[in-house]
């Protein structure tokens, strides 16, 4: 006798049900509901999937086309056993599922650069549901950003993609990965606005040592200068001073401590 044989009647009951909503081509109804019935019940299931992660991906489901996004929801359903109840966390559940899929047969085949677009496009749902830490006793809005140390905004991603994922549409989708990936940053300013902004290899290297290390201003410009070997050291400072105090116009800098903590 399997496992599920020796359960108690109603939890056979039940698991019958819920394995024939996830894969109702291989897997037979219980005998006491109606065939109307049970249809009602597989749509709810997967209509609200589809719209949750179509919601979440919207970008995702366009390229793929109506066939395939529902053929790759059915495979989520069909294969992924979430580690979280909770709803909000299904698109993240998918991007899990999302790297198992190449073992998995019968699945639709993505596009190379799916993955990566799959996880752009979740970062704005995770930064803004993101629980911004309290602000740092002391933080001084309008302080000296080179003389203090700078604060970063709680909810902030810093992100390196090989693909071009800010540009990815129905009619640029990119085959091959970039020579150089792209640095992006994503935050919820003090509107709680998701924002999204490009950067370059020393504006990210800037906002990484933020996040690490305890510096002020410009410790992390002289820091990178030093790393780059750069001849003239204050030309650094000066076009770093302009980004930092670009970085709090925008919202991703929220102040300055005067001392470190």
Request: with cysteine; charged share 20%.
């Amino acid at each position: 006798m399997s496992q599920a044989g020796k359960l108690p009647l109603f939890q056979q009951y039940q698991l019958q049900f819920s394995a024939h909503i996830r894969n109702p081509d291989a897997v037979a109804k219980p005998e006491r509901v109606s065939a109307k019935r049970m249809r009602v019940y597989r749509a709810l299931v997967f209509d609200n999937l589809d719209t949750t992660l179509g919601a979440c991906f919207p970008v995702c489901k366009q390229i793929l086309g109506k066939r395939r996004w529902r053929q790759l929801i059915r495979s989520f359903l069909v294969h992924h056993r979430a580690a979280s109840p909770l709803f909000r966390q299904i698109p993240e559940e998918f991007l899990g599922f999302l790297q198992t899929l190449p073992g998995i047969a019968g699945s639709p085949e993505l596009p190379p650069f799916f993955n990566s677009l799959a996880h752009y496009e979740w970062v704005e749902l995770a930064v803004s549901a993101a629980e911004a830490p309290n602000v740092p006793a002391g933080m001084d809005t309008a302080g000296d950003l080179l003389q203090g140390y700078p604060v970063l905004t709680g909810a902030l991603m810093l992100l390196r993609y090989d693909y071009p994922v800010q540009q990815i549409s129905l009619r640029f989708q990119p085959q091959a990965p970039l020579q150089t990936p792209v640095d992006l940053l994503v935050f919820r300013d003090a509107s709680d606005q998701v924002r999204f902004a490009e950067l370059n290899a020393v504006t990210a290297r800037l906002v990484a040592l933020l996040q690490t290390q305890k510096l002020t201003g410009l410790q992390v410009l002289e820091q990178i200068a030093g790393e780059l070997a750069h001849p003239q050291p204050q030309i650094m400072i000066d076009f770093g001073s302009r980004v930092l105090a670009d970085l709090r116009v925008q919202g991703a800098i929220i102040g300055v401590q005067r001392m470190a903590v």
